[in-house]
């Protein structure tokens, strides 16, 4: 039975993602807004299409400068645009692979191998993916929503796995600036969750893991540089232009929609056996050694849930509508990180 659990079922769910993704990747044509992109590049070359994005189009600069020269090199090849979105992939892979190892390393005093860390980014990018398969095109098979929403995640992934660690260098330092820098550039409401969860961190470190030796200076750097950048994002011509093009905001429809978004994967009747199927998976997979739960990570996760649920309430809020998944994967990310802390333990890691 635990062959089954730690081995079978888990690579079996991987293969399904792995062939979803692929035929996803390679057998789709672009979005019309990545038409919009690979115009806007073609009349006015990478420097000129990201000045007219940010003053007209939606204000995220940093977005803009990825599409800008991604969609340069691209053009309208379908096979370069299968081979990006495995690269953003692998990205993503890294990233939560990353993070993984420096939580083992800072709060368990644990060295996760290589193999390790590759098999539980695998899993967990399955699950995910499967969590939200009615809209996994559009977080990853559409560039341009992947440049700003996958990306925006990735890059939170990495900034979080370096304010874990304890060493605190000027190298480290100035990464977390950069990557903080680049975070205010994407998703405003991921943004403003991730500057949260920064601060989040910095009190949780100080009252219920006051043993562990964070750096507080890239923390503090980590807070100001995205609000810095996010307000660049925000007081721009093409972000108010967005913003005057969406309907009314009515914060008790919000509440409704935030509630209706968290329910979608069920109400989804075709595909929950896709959501139930990877989220059990899942679980099995990460208590496969042994359940070891501290109360002090349930403060944790309950923090997730209320940043994963401001996080959905943001979106609906701004749209006046339920998150679409793109808006969504931030939040699920989360949650599902932090639930499989809950679980990771010395003995699970060493096994």
Known sequence: MKIFTKYILPAALVAGFLFYFFCDAFNRHFSLDDYFYDGLVRKYGIGGSIDVCYKIANGRWFSHIVCAFSFYFIGQDFFLYGVYLTFLLLLFMFAVSTLYKNYAKSFLQQEVSVFSRTVFSL??????????????????????????????????????????????????????????????????????????????LLFLNKFYFPEIQLG??????????IS??????????????????????????????????????????????????????????????????????????????????????????????????????WGYCFLLFTFSLLFISRKNISN
């Open 123 to 200: 899993v967990f990018t399955a699950t995910l993916y499967f969590l939200l398969f009615k809209g996994r095109w559009e977080i990853w098979g559409w560039v341009s929503s992947a440049n700003t929403h996958l990306l925006s995640v990735i890059i939170c992934l990495f900034l979080f796995s370096l304010l874990l660690k304890e060493s605190q260098t000027v190298f480290s330092t100035v990464c977390v600036l950069l990557l903080s820098i680049c975070i205010g550039g994407l998703n405003e409401v991921n943004a403003i969750c991730a500057a949260l969860t920064v601060f989040g």
């Open 228 to 329: 810095v950048s996010l307000s660049t994002n925000i007081y721009s011509g093409g972000y108010k232009l967005r913003m005057e093009g969406l309907p009314d905001f009515n914060i008790m429809q919000s509440f409704k929609n935030t509630i209706h978004s968290f329910l979608f994967p069920v109400l989804h009747l075709s595909y929950l056996p896709f959501f139930a199927g990877a989220l059990l998976v899942f679980i099995l997979f990460i208590k496969s050694h042994s359940i070891q739960i501290f109360k002090k990570k349930f403060v944790v996760f309950f923090c997730a849930i209320a940043i994963a649920a401001l996080s959905f309430f943001l979106h609906c809020y701004t749209l006046s509508d339920v998150v679409p998944a793109r808006g969504a994967i």
């Open 216 to 225: 507080k200076l890239k923390i503090v750097v980590s807070i100001i540089a």
